[in-house]
């Protein structure tokens, strides 16, 4: 589809329009309605400078292409975008990994996507191609609207462009294993998070808990040798990581079985400084104990009321049942800047509405 035949239709839309790319994020949020606007057929890097370490892309570009791109000059997305399996084959798309703003394991050490992103070019409700950003960290004076589509679930607009922040891959990883309970995992992650150490990435469960080194040869051994644990060989650690930011790993097929069961598999966004909280059901934790997923049967009321005691927040990550609502209910000041927000870049209301919250 061509850019005037989108803004065609985005200028005249009046009922309910659902992006998507390949569909495989539509479980996340509030049930997608609408007609379906696919972007697959905006595919395509548009510009690549590995020296000035950006990149720009079409949205409906395989997630999996760009990265392959990347690779081929060592580089990567350092925030580690989760790649789901998608409804029409693939494993995201760009604009999806930008609408959804979801990070990986690094996101604590290197940023999420929102940090990474330079531009964006979007079509808003009259059908007109807005471009913000650029292709530099400091090109923004005043409201930085790129970085805003970050995690808007497609309500302010059809992203159709990304320009993107890329880094180097390191030149050394290492991954150490340690036999903690969680109160002594939490301890020793916000110990070590005041001390000049290259941890990129952190994961706790079971007992266990698993710390991925990453930056030059002699930090890494250096660090190795100075926090001990049992080292864990790269080829072994890889698919361990790889399983993490892909929620294809063994706690998140066991929350999957257990959410078809009926119980619920939130992700608790808290101060890394949070002590272990007593929630009934399975707890991981990353982030340098920032993020937790909990899968458990308790009531959506208790989970949100133990996050926000403690100054965080739970968004229902999968259930069969989001009755309760996914994200955190907003404040009324807040739900008010919400809707002028989307009224402004929306002001039919077709864009994906409810993804985010039902009356949005």
């Known amino acids: 589809m061509k850019f005037d035949d989108l803004q065609a239709r985005l200028r005249d839309a009046r009922a309910p329009l659902r992006f998507t790319g ?9 049930t997608p309605t609408g007609e379906v606007l696919s972007t697959l057929s905006l595919n395509g890097v548009t510009a690549y400078e590995p020296s000035e370490l950006f990149v720009s892309a079409l949205a409906g570009t395989p997630l999996a292409d760009v990265e392959a791109l990347l690779a081929q000059h060592h580089q990567r997305f ?93 030149a050394a990883t290492a991954t150490l294993r340690f036999e903690f309970d969680q109160a002594t995992a939490l301890m020793a992650l916000n110990r070590w998070g005041g001390e000049p150490l290259p941890i990129e990435a952190s994961a706790w469960w079971d007992g266990a808990l698993l710390l991925r080194l990453a930056g030059a040869n002699a930090a890494v051994g250096a660090a190795a040798r100075k926090l ?61 104990g920032a993020q937790r997923w909990v899968v458990t049967p308790l009531e959506p009321a208790a989970v949100r009321e133990a996050a926000a005691s403690v100054g965080g927040h739970a ?22 800047i919400h809707r002028r927000l989307k009224a402004s870049f929306d002001p039919h209301g077709v864009f994906n509405p409810g993804r985010l919250y039902p009356n949005l």
């Open 228 to 288: 001990g644990g049992d080292v864990i060989p790269n080829d072994m650690a890889a698919p361990f990581w790889t399983g993490l930011r892909d929620q294809a790993d063994e706690f998140f097929v066991g929350a999957e079985r257990a959410v078809a069961g009926g119980a619920r598999l939130w992700r608790l966004s808290l101060p890394s400084t949070t002590p272990e909280l007593k929630l009934h059901g399975e707890q991981l934790i990353e982030w340098g």
């Open 78 to 170: 350092a925030f580690e975008p989760p790649r789901f399996p998608g409804g029409s084959g693939g494993q995201g798309t760009v604009g999806g990994m930008v609408a959804a703003g979801l990070s990986g394991p690094s996101r604590a050490a290197l940023g999420s996507v929102r940090d990474h992103v330079l531009g964006a070019v979007v079509i808003n409700g009259n059908g007109e191609l807005l471009h913000f950003g650029g292709t530099v960290m400091k090109n923004v004076a005043g409201f930085d609207v790129s970085r805003a589509m970050a995690g808007s679930l497609g309500q302010l607009g059809l992203i159709t462009e990304v320009t993107l922040k890329v880094l180097p891959l390191p």
């Open 315 to 336: 968004t229902l990550f999968r259930a069969l049942d989001k009755g309760c609502g996914v994200f955190t209910p907003l404040s009324a000041p807040l739900a008010a």
């Open 22 to 30: 390949h569909g495989s994020k539509d479980f996340y949020g509030e």
